[in-house]
């Protein structure tokens, strides 16, 4: 059952995005900012020192997650290590849980254990990679309020995130 569970909640949690034309939705992500412990404002400054020039979320662009199909694909360009070379390594795709319901069982708490979802790796090569993920087919009536996407580097810190930014 929990294998069932967890497959569920990931199946569910990265198709949460609005529908775009073309049967896939992309979301570009944005750099992570770090935390600023306030009250007043603080200096801009990344979470990552590593950078890259676009890390794109896609996902089935439907109203309900196709079975069968992959649920998530990420696409990395431009990624560069600290010093400014390009990044050849793994980066971590960590999908963040929301509220989940799950018809027959209930609505779990937020931060549930069951409503986790282990880490996906992604290989960068010259700064360059993809990844996917097709989850088992959910139960049907699962809900996922919120969550989102994050890419870890190699030291654990945030890279990237969903959100939104202005052309400079």
Do not use: W
């Amino acid at each position: 059952m929990l294998r069932t569970v967890l497959a569920a909640v990931a199946a569910v949690l990265v198709t949460s995005h609005a529908a775009l034309a073309g049967g896939t939705n992309r979301v570009y992500l944005v750099p992570a900012l770090k935390e600023c412990p306030g009250p007043a404002t603080c200096p801009r400054e990344f979470e990552s020192a590593y950078t890259f020039d676009a890390i794109v979320l896609r996902n089935p662009a439907a109203k309900y997650s196709p079975a069968g199909k992959p649920q998530l694909a990420v696409d990395f360009a431009g990624v560069r290590d600290p010093g400014g070379a390009p990044f050849t390594g793994t980066l971590k795709v960590k999908v963040l849980s929301g509220r989940v319901s799950i018809p027959g069982f209930g609505t779990l708490p937020d931060g549930s254990p069951l409503a986790q979802v282990a880490p996906i790796d992604a290989t960068v090569k010259n700064g360059k990679g993809k990844v996917s993920y097709t989850a088992p087919q959910a139960p049907g009536g699962l809900i996922t309020n919120g969550g989102g996407v994050e890419i870890l580097d190699p030291d654990g810190k945030t890279l990237a995130v969903t959100g939104s930014q202005t052309k400079p």
